[in-house]
T-cell receptor, first 110, second 112 residues
Framework: GQSLEQPSEVTAVEGAIVQINCTYQ??????LSWYQQHDGGAPTFLSY????GLEETGRFSSFLSRSDSYGYLLLQELQMKDSASYFC???????????FGDGTTLTVKP | DGGITQSPKYLFRKEGQNVTLSCEQN?????MYWYRQDPGQGLRLIYY???????QKGDIAEGYSVSREKKESFPLTVTSAQKNPTAFYLC???????????FGSGTRLTVV
């Protein structure tokens, strides 16, 4: 089977940096994706790591270590609008389907 | 603008009734997916399709059916065999591996 683990909740203050970790156990692992979902909305794609290392997109960065089956999403200069759920998803080599973690609810406080 | 359109936004189903959720995309993506999300949980894969006239079962396909007669369309039918259908249903498409999914705005299905 496939499973991903991420913390259920994280709280941080505006302007701070927060890291959301994700460990995975999957067969046919191809890469790790991250999605943001605001309450009641649809997930939106944030980033993808197919190779080990850090990918940076504006205030968001994502990291992957295949040898450790581990990745993280780093959010810098937190804003109130960053309050949302964040999901890591393991892409499978079969048909590009993804297995999602249960999500991390990030609360940004003033 | 390109995107994915899901309809209806809210749907109410009576016991023993089949209902069909619509999903249309104009992104020219080959792959399409249906996921189910329950409150406070992640997304679970119901069905996926890589190409027209072909689709595969996901992790929780029982009680659901799909068709892929056109590249743009991937409707999902929730049958009476699905005993706990109340959930948020999300349709997605992707141009290829490593590109991420584009999701529709979802359909909230409630059994009444």
């Amino acid at each position: 089977g496939q499973s991903l683990e991420q913390p259920s909740e994280v709280t941080a203050v505006e302007g701070a940096i927060v890291q959301i970790n994700c460990t995975y156990q999957t067969s046919g692992f191809y890469g790790l994706s991250w999605y943001q979902q605001h309450d009641g909305g649809a997930p939106t794609f944030l980033s993808y790591n197919g190779l080990d290392g850090l990918e940076e997109t504006g205030r968001f960065s994502s990291f992957l270590s295949r040898s450790d089956s581990y990745g993280y999403l780093l959010l810098q200069e937190l804003q109130m609008k960053d309050s949302a759920s964040y999901f890591c998803a393991a892409d499978n080599t079969n048909a590009g389907k993804s297995t999602f973690g249960d999500g991390t609810t990030l609360t940004v406080k003033p | 603008d390109g995107g994915i359109t899901q309809s209806p936004k809210y749907l109410f189903r009576k016991e023993g009734q089949n209902v069909t959720l619509s999903c249309e995309q104009n992104l020219n993506h080959d792959a399409m997916y249906w996921y189910r999300q329950d409150p406070g949980q992640g997304l679970r894969l119901i069905y996926y399709s890589q190409i027209v006239n072909d689709f595969q079962k996901g992790d929780i396909a029982e009680g659901y059916s799909v068709s892929r007669e056109k590249k743009e369309s991937f409707p999902l039918t929730v049958t009476s065999a699905q005993k706990n259908p109340t959930a948020f249903y999300l349709c997605a498409s992707s141009p290829g591996q490593g590109s991420g999914y584009t999701f529709g705005s979802g359909t909230r299905l409630t059994v009444v």
